[in-house]
């Protein structure tokens, strides 16, 4: 516990930890201290001297130690001659603040004076205005008028591009340096600075690409005036005509609370459409941030391209008749049935199509290439972990360790690889395991760098007797993100058995902030293992002859031996967004609803299950994919509830293990977070939105019910070894990829590029192939061209190949490139 | 008695001598005030660009929530309005309309400006609505008519400078 202390501000006792500074001391008792440059969840800077305040300290008796008493018995209070800055001091015993005496009014007034004396005064075209604390501080604490000359303002180009995704206006820009401090401080990745001096400083780029950070679209949230923009939204809409509904991010499997921004508008014929994606506030899971692919890549629901009739075999027909078709398949089928579901399904879909496999006596396969769920089921982390408690020298005495091992978080999941990074910068020791370099290196304690294929061998070497497994073994508290970089479906699962094997033999399992966190392809991907989805190592084979149901998933166009199975498949019903490559071999598509149209929930990486609400109506006839299983499965008499979510959650509750206890109104509770944001209080977080709908809750696991745990044994296989004139190609994610819920966001196309192959300079030159040409990629018979990217953080025999861009490479496979 | 109905009857045959007070309307139109509030109409400026920049102050001023904007962006090629921003969808619907004049006074253009045309009348509910070809200044001459092509750097400011409105 720390020591507290006790200061009065303007007539009021506050009582905060020792180290608090008098803005955020102010703060926690309601009372306002104007800011711009301090961000609670940043260093203080003392930039812009809007928090001016008076202080009094008491006076003390240099002999005795003892405070100097007026003649009233009161202590003497010194106020410096000036006001100071309330950012950058610290509270003390017996303070004094004085927010609204008239020197601090005074120079508050003087400050916004001058801040105003270079701003354009452009509200009325400027995307913040209606949300920007420039605004609502003038309207506060400003003068009222300038006695500085309108003339005399400074002139500049309206909007400067800093990358492809935020502007920058610098006659707006007051130079809090909040985006440069964000970048550096919290991101770690210094892509911004402040050029040129005194009048003449200006924010610029340095990078290139210019802004080369997933987290740009953030500083648009902490600019505290309409400097900096992101062109997704220019001109969208004002801030005051927008609605918002909350939901998660469906991206990764962070689940970063996030909140739609919607109108109706006459652009998009009277439909009601998303204009932008605003982070919710969720200080377990995403804090305040979100990344750019969260922020951007949203526009796939509005997508003219989407399905929106059922189709008989190319045929747009009713539901009734396309409903008939598929039951009369599925009775025929019986056990002959898979279903096949992806994570992007919420927990509602895939529990209802989980039901409908077993109702048939079908079976109900995971599309994944990724492992370990089950293990994730038992060992992963404990109800209320927070990463922002690793670290923290008042959590544990004993330190805390994070294991990343075969996952670019960043490219994987950017929150995580932020909340991460700042847990290593607060003192955590931080392990990255993985073949290649990846941009968690800088801020890791240990790097371990393996030759691909050694990924069991590297884990199991954390348990031997050496300085690495020694920092794991000791800490406190120790997580471990396992992901897929680099490996398959059989890879992955075994490097997550010997992960958990790790976490069981070091007793860090069981409880908070303690357990194995999947980094999964998918959004809800966890949430289908505890519903009892399973991966199929021979996928093709297990669909030959079947009639398959496919949710959620493109195969077909992810792979062409799937898709050659699907051909030779009995019968084919898919449920989608949109026409795949899939839905084109199927024999009867149904037209799903986006996530945004609906109500539902998602369970992330770290078994947090979290609702999120429909954000637009419902696109022409399209479903609910838990209501048209529902109704399928009705026809064939078998019972699932399909008429509301809430009612569906209520089943599942009832009948998975690991759900029990768990409502839709547990889901929805709040409790208060810190730092305060959205409110009114914009100019102090930003202009992240205070979650009022749901926190989510965690799911309890195996080990946390004190369960006996079991883990399947761990063979070491030996590697892939490649021929003398082949190469190790081997999959890795890709953050902005072909995935069907990125590809319809045209502001992320550059970021999405062509299909890449990536060599070592070395087996390069000794091909005879220059970057940034087309090579011919061939293995198992097949062939695809990529763009030649050369990487020297990779070894020399392998070829790293990003998932979902067009080239069929699901596990680590010899290939040759011409 | 005589008295009180000799001085009625000097009103009465005065009134008879004044001619009638009804305005045949349609025939015949009356003079508004200058301060009369009609129908509105978007203002351009002298060479004809819009003084609208979508900005939706109008809207937000509204009390009848009559007024709905949306914006877009200019670019020298095809410019609509001084500055990055100009209106791409103006409407108004003039059956919610309560001709207050607060979108006027909300304006940081001048754009709208509540005119003297009060020959409002629809068969429809959707004739109500006025876009914003419909709300528009008309323009002298074809040239001037907008989407024009300006040369670059021209007409960087939406909110020009101006004097306070003197009445």
């Known amino acids: 516990m720390t020591k507290q202390v006790t200061l009065t501000i303007d007539g009021l006792q506050a009582t905060v930890p020792a180290g608090t500074l008098i803005v955020d001391a102010a703060k926690t008792i309601g009372i306002d201290i104007p800011v711009f440059c301090y961000h609670p969840k940043m260093e203080p800077a003392g930039m812009c001297r809007m928090c001016l305040v008076e202080i009094g300290r008491p006076m003390i008796d240099r002999g005795t130690g003892q405070p100097m008493l007026d003649e009233n018995g009161q202590p003497q209070m010194q106020f410096m001659p000036k006001p100071e800055a309330a950012c950058t001091n610290i509270v003390s015993d017996d303070m004094v603040v004085l927010t609204q005496s008239e020197k601090a009014t005074e120079a508050q007034k003087d400050i916004i004076e001058f801040l105003l004396t270079s701003h354009p005064l452009d509200c009325p075209v400027c995307d913040k205005g209606g949300e920007c604390p420039l605004q609502n501080l003038t309207m506060e604490h400003g003068p009222g008028k300038s006695r500085f000359l309108y003339d005399e303002k400074l002139r500049f180009d309206k909007h400067v591009p800093l990358g492809d995704l935020i502007l920058l206006d610098r006659e707006r820009c007051i130079l809090c340096g909040r985006c440069v401090r964000f970048q550096d401080e919290v991101v770690g990745e210094a892509v911004l600075a402040i050029d040129e001096r005194g009048r003449g400083s200006e924010i610029i780029s340095i990078s290139d690409p210019g802004f080369d950070s997933v987290f740009s679209g953030n500083t648009s949230d902490i600019c505290p005036v309409g400097a900096l923009t992101t062109v997704d ?3 969208g809409a004002r801030p005051w005509e927008l609605k918002s509904a909350a939901s998660v991010c469906a991206q990764c499997p962070v689940g970063c609370n996030i909140t739609f921004n919607t109108r109706r508008e006459a652009k998009a014929d009277g439909k009601v459409v998303i204009k932008r994606v605003m982070p919710r506030q969720n200080e377990q899971v995403n804090e305040i941030w979100i990344c750019d692919k969260g922020r951007f890549a949203y526009h796939f629901a509005e997508s003219k391209q989407r399905l929106e009739k059922p189709l008989v075999r190319g045929q747009a027909v009713s539901w ?9 398949k599925f009775a025929e089928a019986k056990s002959d049935t898979v279903v096949l579901a992806s994570g992007r399904l919420s927990n509602e879909d895939l529990f209802n199509l989980k039901s409908f496999a077993d109702g048939l006596g079908g079976k109900a396969v995971l599309y994944t290439d990724m492992g370990g769920g089950d293990l994730v089921m038992q060992v992963g982390v404990g109800q209320g972990t927070n990463f922002s408690d690793l670290g923290n020298p008042l959590t544990g005495t004993r330190g805390d360790t994070i294991l990343v091992v075969a996952s670019d978080l960043y490219e994987e999941a950017p929150i995580w690889w932020l909340r991460v990074k700042q847990a290593a910068d607060r003192g955590a020791t931080l392990i990255v395991a993985n073949p290649r370099e990846t941009k968690l290196d800088r801020f890791a304690s240990y790097v371990i760098r393996y030759a691909n294929g050694d990924e069991v061998k590297t884990v199991r070497s954390l348990s031997d007797e050496n300085k690495i497994a020694e920092a794991f073994a000791k800490a406190e508290n120790a997580i471990v993100l396992f992901g897929s970089d680099g490996l398959g479906l059989n890879g992955s699962s075994n490097l997550a058995a010997a992960c958990a094997k790790l976490l069981v ?9 303690n357990g194995l966190i999947g980094v999964w392809p998918k959004a809800n ?12 190592a021979a996928l093709a084979a297990a669909l030959k002859g079947k009639t398959v149901y ?4 493109d195969p077909a166009g992810d792979d062409p031996a799937l898709e050659r199975a699907l051909k030779e498949a009995k019968f084919v019903v898919v449920q989608e967004l949109f026409q795949t490559k899939t839905a084109d071999l199927a024999d009867v598509v149904l037209p799903a609803r986006a996530y945004t149209e609906r109500d539902g929930t998602f369970t992330s990486g770290e078994r947090r299950v979290q609702r999120f609400y429909p954000a637009v109506p419902p696109l022409g006839e399209t479903k609910a994919d838990y209501a048209i299983t529902a109704e399928i499965a009705k026809k064939l008499g078998i019972n699932l509830e399909g008429s509301s979510p809430v009612l569906v959650f209520e089943k599942l509750a009832a009948s998975v293990k690991n759900f029990e ?5 547990k889901l929805a509770e709040v409790s208060e977070q810190w730092p305060i944001v959205g409110r009114g209080d914009l100019y102090y977080g930003g202009t992240t939105y205070e979650n009022t709908q749901g926190l989510g809750a965690g799911l309890v696991s195996a080990a946390e019910r004190g369960e006996a745990v079991s883990i399947p044994e761990v063979r070491e296989e030996a590697g892939l070894r490649p021929q003398e004139d082949e190469l190790l190609a081997v999959p890795v994610t890709k953050l902005y990829d072909r995935g069907t819920t990125v590809t319809p966001a045209v502001l992320l196309t550059n970021h999405i590029g062509d299909a890449t ?3 070592h300079p070395e087996a390069a030159r000794k091909l005879g192939l220059e970057a940034g040409k087309q090579v011919t990629v061939s293995f198992d018979g097949v062939s695809g061209q990529a763009l030649l990217k050369i990487d020297e953080t990779i070894s020399a025999g392998v070829a790293l190949v990003p998932r979902s861009m067009g080239l069929a490479i699901r596990e680590p496979v010899a290939i040759k490139v011409k | 008695m005589l008295k009180e109905l000799g001085r009625g009857l000097v009103t009465t045959f005065k009134m008879l001598l004044e001619g009638p007070v009804t305005t045949q309307y349609p025939e015949e139109k009356r003079q508004v005030r200058p301060r009369f509030r009609g129908r509105h109409v978007l203002k351009r400026y002298e060479n004809g660009l819009e003084k609208c920049i979508g900005c939706s102050l109008c809207a937000a001023a509204c009390p009848a929530d009559a007024i709905f904007v949306e914006a ?11 500055g990055d921003r100009y209106a791409s969808t103006y409407e108004i619907n003039m059956l919610r309309c309560i001709y207050c004049g607060f979108c006027e006074d909300a304006c940081p253009t001048e754009a709208i400006v509540l005119g003297d045309n009060y020959e409002l009348s629809f068969t429809d509910r959707r004739d109500a609505i006025y876009t914003k070809d419909t709300l528009l200044e008309a323009v002298p001459s074809s040239e001037m008519t907008t989407p024009q092509k300006v040369e670059p750097g021209l007409y960087t400011r939406s909110v020009p400078q101006m004097e306070n409105p003197r009445d």
């Open chain 1, 233 to 235: 939204f220019r001109f």
């Open chain 1, 320 to 328: 009734e008749d396309a409903l008939n078709e598929v039951s009369s």
């Open chain 1, 505 to 513: 033999d070091t007793g860090h399992t069981g409880k908070p902030n």
């Open chain 1, 525 to 536: 991907d966890q949430g289908a293992w505890e519903l009892g989805f399973r991966p199929e």
């Open chain 1, 550 to 553: 496919i949710a959620g998933a």
């Open chain 1, 661 to 665: 206890g768990l409502s839709y109104a």
């Open chain 1, 757 to 759: 192959i990536a060599l």
């Open chain 2, 72 to 82: 877009s962006e200019n670019t020298d090629e095809e410019r609509f309005s001084p």
